[in-house]
């Protein structure tokens, strides 16, 4: 692999982790927000999360992986956002099962336990995301 492309990918991946840290700042205030207005916490949870997810899709369509028009005359590709959407729900899936058996097998403190599952997860859901949805 070329130095050039090295590089280019290195700079989508911090693009990639970028976008992460957005998603993770809308999570919170929308939650925060929510919470503040009496809103219990599982609903306001998966407001928030949803929030998140919706704001990773705009920004890492438009900015960490420069889609290329895919033939839609809006811009807008359904099968793209479908990929998306089935890329996040197996990425979750992974983290609640490696979150479980490190905890439970390992004994491993949960958020010691979250943030060795980040690392996974993230690396999985951004060459998920740019082989298999944009």
Same mark, same amino acid.
């Given at each position: 692999?070329?130095?050039?492309?090295?590089?280019?990918?290195?700079?989508?991946?911090?693009?990639?982790? =970028?976008?992460?840290?957005?998603?993770?700042?809308?999570?919170?205030?929308?939650?925060?927000?929510?919470?503040?207005?009496?809103?219990?916490?599982?609903?306001?949870?998966?407001?928030?999360?949803?929030?998140?997810? =919706?704001?990773?899709?705009?920004?890492?369509?438009?900015?960490?992986?420069?889609?290329?028009?895919?033939?839609?005359?809006?811009?807008?590709?359904?099968?793209?956002?479908?990929?998306?959407?089935?890329?996040?729900?197996?990425?979750?899936?992974?983290?609640?099962?490696?979150?479980?058996?490190?905890?439970?097998?390992?004994?491993?403190?949960?958020?010691?336990?979250?943030?060795?599952?980040?690392?996974?997860?993230?690396?999985?859901?951004?060459?998920?995301?740019?082989?298999?949805?944009?």
């Amino acid at each position: 692999m070329s130095d050039k492309k090295l590089n280019a990918g290195f700079i989508q991946f911090l693009k990639f982790n =970028a976008v992460g840290l957005l998603n993770t700042l809308v999570d919170f205030a929308v939650f925060t927000l929510l919470h503040s207005l009496g809103m219990m916490n599982t609903p306001a949870q998966i407001i928030s999360y949803s929030a998140g997810t =919706a704001n990773s899709f705009i920004w890492n369509k438009k900015v960490t992986f420069r889609d290329q028009d895919r033939g839609s005359k809006d811009g807008f590709d359904r099968r793209q956002l479908v990929r998306f959407i089935v890329l996040n729900l197996v990425v979750l899936g992974i983290s609640v099962l490696l979150i479980h058996w490190l905890t439970d097998r390992f004994g491993i403190q949960v958020l010691i336990a979250k943030v060795l599952v980040t690392f996974v997860t993230v690396i999985i859901n951004f060459f998920g995301s740019r082989k298999w949805v944009f």
